[in-house]
């Protein structure tokens, strides 16, 4: 026997600091996300506080919480309870009757979950997986906090679905909750089964090798009473799917169609039935314990499924729907026309005949002189251009969006263009991009530039209401506080109220320096804070930097779509907020949406995932002081009512806003896109007609880009805002409007138009031309214009000579019940930036023509071409001295009108013409 001597056991070198190190970097870790989260939670409540919204704060805050830790509990407390009693039924089968194989097995070969099965402290590993799988289950579940809530407050729609007869806020609201209840469902019993699966697997329970393939009854009856509950959700399952058969789209029906109500009803009653037979049987598994029957059942289970719900609605729809598919699909397809109409406001259109005369006169013109003084000769792109280069003063504003809008000047209602200066740090020069100059003294912009839009000067530029730095105001509103520190352009955080004065505004050599004394902002007061924001911002600067004092205060979330979308993230925003000037203070106006793809028998709108949408807030942001308003202006909306209920303190009343800003609100151009796409079918009621699509309307089409050589380019019209009186009105008003033309074709058939002010806000009108009648359309003009010798002899001139055509969007102005048709023209250098308005060209009837002005444009249109009451020639019909005088006189008089139409005066140009008629008169008798 031979005795060995060992020596002292050998630890491997640095195994205890290395372990140390990785307990550390662990804490360190974990310790940095939760100072994030914090950080990110301290900031969020310090912002809602200190723009007078806590509770809503607090409200979204609980229902995340309340959310996340409901679905954890849950979702642990499940898998928990699954793993431990696989690991108890696991552990009392250890070897039991009928595996002696295993004996035999083990004492062969090693077994490689010894140390696992036997060593490893399992009622903790439990507990920590469960809460670790449950963790990420709850974080994602928390997002549906507002599909919660909803559900929770829901407002009853007022209609009935026609096939279930239920609220349609059974849809909106309840439905997508128990749809997400349903998927956590399922997810959940998918993880405790692969979770018992791995506990009954590691103590051999489950057994998968290429020798034997095998499972222990416990594990079999286990997963039997899992598969139950998994075949019982499915039922479940089944029954929802009943209700999205209302959204279904099978190309010709949106919503329950034939074969969905006779073949695919019965058929999900039909798995309802199978999958509750298959619950029963894998649960009385449980004393069975064979792997055959929960086999079988799930055979027949996802067997039927495939074949009755996917093979044999198909066969029914292709040979015994389709052969006679409108007579099937009648009732249906009204359904689906009759509800995408109320989705979508529809309803509400009201339709009105236009007889499309040929009748205009001088003297029509002169009553619609508020529609003449306001067609639009500055399209957005040009006119943004020679902004840029006329306003923006300085490398680092940007004049970024320019809006339409209305105003009373001078005492008449004039459309303008308006636009924001706004500051962009990431402009200045390179040298400049310091922190102190980003974040510290270039915080803000200044004032707005704003034009006329049919107006130019003799160089052919705008005429300016507003412009300069500060602004100066030359016919428009006057602007007091013209500094923006809140709008589209700011992202970056600034520090008001520092150790420095913050610039201002560029003068002569020298700028001119302000301090804040706005509302916004969040006190930087104390170093709790200061650490607070350099955590969540990850900028040191914050910490370190002597610009800040006891009065600073940090402005954050400074661009204004993020503001509302932080506050009330379950609004949709219209792309365009615009900016107001109301009492000489700056104001951006952001229309707000709510919306759903939960309303049943609707169809989804073109390239967005909604089927439903109202426009029911008005949110106001205060340009200097960052206040958020939100005003509902619809109160008969079921999901901005449930909003409401939620939120008691976030919604005003409209009747509140302040007077002179509701005369700026208008009907948002996205909402109207989208509904007059859906108007180009849905405008037909009749279930035959939409069935055959025989009035199908499109949108006209225009020469894209700003080429004017050719057609071959084109792009769909965007609707437009225009000041006019509408046929049969007293006054002019403000709205939005686009033609229309048939599908497949160019003549114009109507056009729809969405009033802006109020009392009419909101009212949608469609004027429908003869059909009998030839309307030309936008694409026929455009092509009468390139066919016109001589307007396409001076623009090929013009583009030989170092310059630049670039064509304007062509206008339809209906003019009592005639159609007139403007596009401006413009000219810039080859290589220049600067377009100016050089040509108008206007079309009415037969006659096309260009000229110089508006006015010089509509003389020769109505008055060369014969379109005028008077007739030139009428004088020298008579030979006499007197019948001389007068007809001098009359020319005189014509000359006089001639000139008052260049200056725009419609009216003198009115008593001017009179005169001629009645001097022409004279002389013919």
């Known amino acids: 026997m031979t005795i060995g001597i060992t020596g002292p056991e050998r630890k491997a070198p640095g195994r205890s600091a290395v372990v140390g190190l990785i307990i550390i970097a662990i804490v360190a870790a974990i310790s940095l996300i939760l100072l994030g989260l914090v950080a990110d939670f301290l900031v969020d409540w310090m912002w809602f506080s200190s723009i007078g919204y806590p509770q809503v704060f607090w409200t979204t805050i609980g229902a995340k919480a309340g959310v996340f830790f409901v679905v954890f509990f849950t979702t642990a407390v499940v ?481 204004i779509r993020d503001r509302v979308r932080t506050i009330a993230p379950f609004l949709t925003l219209d792309r365009d907020p615009y900016l107001v000037i109301s009492e000489g203070r700056m104001f951006w106006i952001q229309d707000a949406y709510t919306t759903s793809d939960y309303f049943p028998y609707a169809q989804p709108a073109p390239g967005l995932d909604l089927n439903y949408i109202r426009n029911s807030v008005k949110v106001v942001i205060d340009a200097y002081n960052g206040t958020v308003d939100f005003y509902l202006v619809d109160p008969g909306d079921a999901i901005a009512a449930t909003y409401q209920r939620i939120f008691p303190g976030l919604f005003k009343a409209f009747a509140v806003m302040p007077p002179d800003l509701q005369k700026h609100i208008r009907y948002p151009e996205d909402l109207f896109l989208i509904q007059a796409k859906l108007y180009q079918a849905y405008h037909m009621e009749a279930a035959d007609v939409f069935y055959n699509r025989e009035d199908l309307w499109q949108f006209p089409r225009q020469p894209a880009g700003d080429g004017v050589s050719s057609l071959d380019g084109v792009a769909p019209m965007a609707p437009y805002y225009i000041i006019m009186r509408l046929p049969g009105e007293t006054q002019a008003e403000f709205f939005i409007m686009i033609p229309m033309v048939p599908s497949r074709r160019d003549n114009m058939i109507a056009w729809l138009a969405a009033r802006c002010d109020e009392p009419d806000y909101g009212k949608l009108i469609v004027y429908e031309f003869p059909k009998e009648k030839l309307v030309y359309g936008p694409f026929q003009i455009e092509a009468r214009i390139h066919q016109n010798t001589e307007i396409s002899q001076q623009i090929s001139l013009w583009n030989q000579m170092g310059s630049r055509v670039v064509r304007g969007n062509l206008l339809v102005i209906p003019i009592e019940n005639s159609i007139l048709y403007v596009s401006p023209l413009y000219l810039r250098a080859e290589q220049g930036h600067l377009p100016e308005l050089k040509r108008v060209i206007a079309a009415y009837g037969e006659h096309v023509v260009m000229k110089e002005t508006l006015a010089e444009t509509l003389s020769a249109l109505f008055v060369e071409n014969g379109a005028a009451p008077a007739k030139r020639g009428a004088a020298a019909e008579t030979p006499s001295e007197g019948s001389q005088r007068r007809a001098q006189e009359a020319l005189d008089h014509y000359n006089r009108a001639m000139e008052r139409l260049r200056s725009g005066d419609w009216t003198g140009f009115g008593r001017e013409m009179d005169a001629v008629r009645g001097l022409l008169e004279d002389v013919s008798r």
């Open 79 to 559: 898998l928990w309870a699954t793993a431990r009693l696989a690991l108890k039924q696991a552990r009392r089968s250890r070897l039991p009757a009928g595996f002696a194989w295993k004996l035999a097995a083990t004492a062969t070969q090693p077994d490689p979950f010894e140390f696992m099965r036997d060593r490893l402290p399992w009622p903790r590993i439990i507990a920590a997986t469960a809460g670790l799988v449950a963790l990420p289950i709850a974080w994602a579940e928390a997002g549906n906090w507002s599909t919660i809530l909803q559900f929770l407050y829901q407002v009853p729609y007022g209609a009935n679905d026609p096939l279930y007869e239920k609220d349609i806020g059974f849809y909106l609201f309840s439905l997508p909750a128990w749809i997400a209840i349903k998927n956590w469902a399922l997810l959940t019993l998918f993880m405790s089964a692969l979770l018992a699966g791995l506990i009954y697997w590691v103590h051999g329970d489950i057994e998968y090798q290429a020798q034997r393939r095998s499972i222990s009854p416990i594990a079999i009856a286990h997963g039997s009473a899992l598969l139950g509950l998994f075949f019982a959700v499915k039922a479940w399952s089944y029954g929802l799917d009943r209700y999205l058969l209302l959204f279904g789209d099978n190309g010709v029906v949106v919503g329950a169609s034939y074969t969905d109500i006779h073949v695919e009803l019965p058929v999900l009653w039909l798995l309802i039935a199978i999958s509750t037979i298959a619950a029963l049987a894998a649960w009385a598994n449980i004393w069975v314990r064979t792997y055959r029957l929960p086999a079988a059942a799930i055979v027949l289970l996802f067997g039927g499924a495939f074949l009755l719900s996917g093979v044999i609605p198909g066969l029914f729809q292709r040979f015994y729907v389709r052969p006679n598919e409108l007579e099937w699909e009648r009732p249906y397809i009204q359904r689906n026309i009759a509800l995408t109409r109320e989705a979508y406001n529809l309803n509400r259109i009201t339709p009105k005949p236009f007889p499309a005369e040929q009748n205009l006169t001088f003297k029509t013109l002169e009553t619609n002189k508020a529609t003449i003084d306001n067609i639009r000769l500055w399209d957005w792109q040009p006119l943004a251009d020679t902004y840029a280069q006329l306003q923006e003063i300085r490398t680092y504003y940007k004049l970024r969006d320019l809006d339409v809008d209305r105003y009373w000047l001078g005492g008449t209602y004039q459309s303008v263009m308006i636009s924001a200066r706004e500051l962009n740090s990431s402009l200045l020069p390179p040298n400049a991009q310091t922190w102190v100059n980003r974040h510290v003294l270039f915080t803000h912009g200044n004032g707005a530039v704003m034009s006329p839009v049919t107006q130019k000067s003799g160089e052919g530029l705008p005429l300016f209401y507003l412009r300069d730095i500060p602004p100066v105001a030359h016919g428009g509103p006057e602007v007091r506080e013209p500094r923006i520190y809140y709008g589209a352009e700011s992202s970056d955080y600034v520090i008001v109220n520092g150790t420095v004065p913050e610039f201002d505004h560029p003068k002569g050599r020298d700028n001119v320096y302000a301090s804040y004394d706005g509302s916004g902002g969040i006190p930087l007061s104390g170093m709790v804070r200061r650490l607070i924001f350099t955590d969540y911002f990850n900028d040191v600067n914050l910490l370190l930097t002597d610009y800040i004092a006891d009065g600073s205060r940090i402005l954050i979330r400074r661009n």
